[in-house]
């Protein structure tokens, strides 16, 4: 006689994530939501179980149009659109900044895993708490001392930027100060933090064999 295996369900709890010690604030099916110690950043993992609103493209200058589009509609702007392989599945990575009242930035930082009929998505906020702004006058003054930006009719030159056009000038632009490169000498920024959060998220995920045999989105 052949034995029948019944196929196991895909859920929230078929991704696991490292432990934090943060305080879990919500738990249920759809959504696994911790806050750290300070209370000042949330931290998330979402189960759509419905199919991705996602384009269906690999073409990664699609995807940055796609998620720039979106941003640009709550006045944000693009930190970081890439691609990468996740443990052996396609992931999305994306930051993104919006200003936040009365002063300062939100950073959006998230992991984005697709299935054909459902996903995952890692979601970090981390705002700018109290004085705000003193990354990005520390290195303003570098690059101005260095050369690297200048002052010009229109203001400063080479400092605001989309990551990937340097030719749009909508929403609110990444600066230089925003680099990863400077993540280290701002370590308890809320852009640092969330950046860390990502690789240590992606240093030490872990999926159900399950999601193995499950189709993947655009495949």
């Known amino acids: 006689m052949f034995k029948l295996f019944k196929k196991k369900k895909i859920t929230i709890n078929s ?3 490292p432990n934090l ?4 604030i919500e738990d249920n099916k759809s959504v696994k939501r911790w806050v750290n110690p300070e209370q000042t950043i949330n931290l998330s993992l979402n189960f759509f179980n419905l199919k991705p609103n996602l384009p269906l493209t690999n073409d990664i200058d699609e995807l940055r149009v796609f998620y720039r589009d979106q941003i640009v509609n709550y006045n944000g702007g693009l930190v970081e659109v890439e691609t990468l392989n996740l443990k052996g599945f396609n992931t999305i990575k994306t930051v993104f900044k919006i200003p936040q009242e009365p002063t300062g930035m939100v950073y959006l930082a998230s992991f984005t895993i697709a299935f054909e009929d459902y996903s995952f998505v890692f979601k970090i906020q981390a705002p700018e708490i109290g004085v705000t702004g003193i990354r990005d006058s520390v290195i303003l003054e570098k690059l101005l ?5 200048t002052f010009g009719d229109e203001g400063l030159e080479g400092w605001f930027n989309d990551p990937y056009d340097s030719e749009l000038k909508e929403g609110t632009l990444m600066n230089k100060s925003e680099e990863k490169i400077y993540d280290e000498q ?3 920024h809320p852009l640092s933090i969330a950046r860390a959060l990502l690789q240590r998220i992606e240093s030490e995920i872990s999926f159900d064999k399950g999601l193995e045999n499950v189709k993947k989105f655009n495949s």
């Open 21 to 24: 010690n943060w305080e879990k």
């Open 186 to 188: 701002f370590p308890e």
């Open 145 to 149: 001392g260095e050369e690297k930006i």
């Open 15 to 17: 991704i696991s994530i």
